[in-house]
């Protein structure tokens, strides 16, 4: 094997069949089982999105009804988990804080060891009701609050942000945070779900693979880049009192000065897009609703003027984290939070893949090509 046949970072590489969802760069699209993903944020609620991704089909009334009450039945914090989260270090990162429940939550199912279908959906249908609660708490622990429980009479995104805010939030937020979640359901074979269907592959339990998961999504490359994007924001200054035009002059001239210096900025480019991120769209549509419903137009001119100059100086554009870091920073999360809201929504598509794994499992082991020392003996 030369240099030339590897693969470095897989990149181009086809390493199996899924009928989860397809991401086609040519056509600037992705499929979440054969329905647009922009069709799907404009009349889905997340709560529809997920039961797609894991059946794959749409549910029906019952289906959804069933789904809901499950749901919602499974939201709160159990006494223990909340004893482990508030034992950890409040300078912990939040994904870690993420991490550590899943792991907690896969030590406390009494399913834990039962790969079948069956009991994966329904550790499934768990993960994504409880992992909210955790995210919402730790926030509020952050800053000194206390828990806030769960209400039953709100949807999946209303109650999201009802657990961590403690007050019903206004219709177009619910809104904007419904849409970012059906948006950071699921991405094919990325980097986090790839490693859940690598400890899949090996038979290891449904929340080993979620745990891993987490761990990669963590990454600045992939979903830690949402965080990442806001720190860019707080870098160049957010400046309520300006004005759009300001901000963007401010903004370019930022991004300028980074790419002169090869700085990598988050939240732009995309291993398989590359010509534009198929999620944007609807995202900065969200955003926009944002903007416009918090008043700040300035972040609008932050954001146009990193792109902008991006765009005039390298032709690379944002990937769904560009708009989505701003938006959950309008919505009151704090940044640290940001990925953690990814990793409630991707665990509809991780535990998808998960289950398809498992239908046609094969071992994923690659090769590697050996470039040490040659064969040496110790004396
Ligand atoms: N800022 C500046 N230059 C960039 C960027 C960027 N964000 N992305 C790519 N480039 C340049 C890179 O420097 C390189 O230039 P050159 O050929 O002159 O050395 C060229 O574009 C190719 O970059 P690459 O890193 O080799 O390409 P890749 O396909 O491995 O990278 C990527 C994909 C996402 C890792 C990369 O674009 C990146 O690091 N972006 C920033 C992190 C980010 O936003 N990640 C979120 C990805 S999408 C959502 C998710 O999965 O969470």
Redesign the pocket.
């Known amino acids: 094997m030369t240099e030339t046949d590897i693969k470095k ?1 897989l ?1 181009g590489v086809v390493v199996d069949t899924t009928a989860v969802s397809k991401v086609n760069p040519e056509t600037n699209s992705l499929l979440y089982r054969g329905y647009p993903v922009q069709e799907l944020a404009a009349s889905c609620s997340f709560e529809q999105v997920a039961l797609l991704l894991w059946n794959g089909e749409l549910p029906s009334d019952s289906e959804l009804a069933e789904f809901t009450a499950f749901e919602r039945s499974h939201r709160a914090l159990s006494p223990e988990l909340k004893q482990i989260i508030d034992a950890l270090p409040a300078t912990c990162h939040p994904m870690d804080v993420c991490r550590t429940a899943a792991s907690v939550l896969g030590a406390q199912d009494p399913t834990a060891e039962d790969s079948s279908r069956e009991a994966n959906l329904a550790k499934a249908k768990s993960l994504l009701a409880a992992m909210p609660a955790v995210v919402a708490y730790d926030q509020r622990r952050r800053r000194g609050q206390e828990l806030v429980e769960p209400r039953d009479d709100l949807g999946y995104a209303q109650n999201f942000l009802w657990m961590t805010f403690g007050e019903e939030a206004a219709p177009p937020v619910v809104e904007a945070f419904n849409v970012s979640m059906i948006l950071y359901a699921e ?1 094919s074979f ?2 986090s779900t790839f490693t859940a269907r690598v400890i899949t592959s090996t038979l290891a339990d449904l929340h080993s693979a979620v745990v891993g998961a987490i761990g990669a ?1 963590k990454g ?4 830690g ?2 965080e ?1 994007v806001m720190h860019t924001f707080d870098e160049i200054g957010i400046r309520q009192e300006e004005t759009a035009e300001e901000a963007e002059a401010r903004a370019k001239a930022w991004m300028d000065d980074a ?1 002169a210096q ?10 398989v897009y590359k010509n534009g ?1 198929s999620r944007v769209p609807t995202m900065k549509a969200a955003l926009d609703a944002m903007i416009e419903h918090y008043d700040r137009p300035e972040l609008l001119g932050l954001y146009n003027g990193l792109e902008k100059s ?1 765009g005039e100086a ?1 032709n ?1 554009k944002p ?4 708009p989505a870091g701003p938006a959950y920073h309008l919505m009151g999360f704090d940044t640290p939070t940001f990925t953690p809201l ?1 990793v409630a929504s991707r665990i509809s598509g991780w535990t998808a893949h998960i289950m398809e794994q498992l239908e046609s499992n094969a071992l994923i082991r690659p090769l590697s090509a050996y470039n040490g020392p040659d064969e040496r003996h110790v004396s």
């Open positions: 970072g990149a991405h990325n980097a999504l600045p490359l992939h979903g880049a949402n990442a790419l090869k700085k990598k900025v988050m939240g732009f480019g995309h291993r991120d991006m390298k690379i990937n769904l984290d560009y990814f």
